[in-house]
């Protein structure tokens, strides 16, 4: 069983700054890519940034320049720093991962954090 803990959102003024972390526990034997996702009210869930396995990144335009993925694979955590934040990028932030457990790799998502940004 794999679980994927989300912390670090909150309440945050435009312009602001928060760090999302993403913690992966289980028996886990590696991680392959791992990302960020988030989901606005009444909007589908959308892809913020990814990495992979070898520290590649991806963006959406939207948070590019603004917002940077990285990973500790020592500690199966996955982080989002997020600067100049807006309004617009209120929405439940999720992270995922596609994860090796004995032969199989399967895709896990978290529960998700709030992220706030007043104008």
């Known amino acids: 069983q794999v679980q994927l803990v989300e912390s670090g959102g909150g309440l945050v003024q435009a312009g602001g700054s928060l760090r999302l972390s993403c913690a992966a526990f289980?028996?886990?034997?590696?991680?392959?890519?791992m990302g960020w996702h988030r989901q606005a009210p009444g909007k589908p869930r959308l892809l913020v940034a990814t990495i992979d396995s070898g520290g590649s990144t991806n963006y959406v335009d939207s948070v590019k320049g603004r917002f940077t993925i990285s990973r500790d694979s020592a500690k199966n955590t996955v982080y989002l720093q997020m600067n100049s934040l807006k309004p617009e990028d209120t929405a439940v932030y999720y992270c995922?991962?596609?994860?090796?457990?004995?032969?199989?790799?399967?895709?896990?998502w978290g529960l998700g954090t709030q992220v706030t940004v007043s104008s």
């Open positions: 289980g028996s886990i034997s590696s991680i392959n890519a």
């Open positions: 995922n991962a596609d994860i090796l457990l004995d032969y199989d790799v399967n895709n896990y």
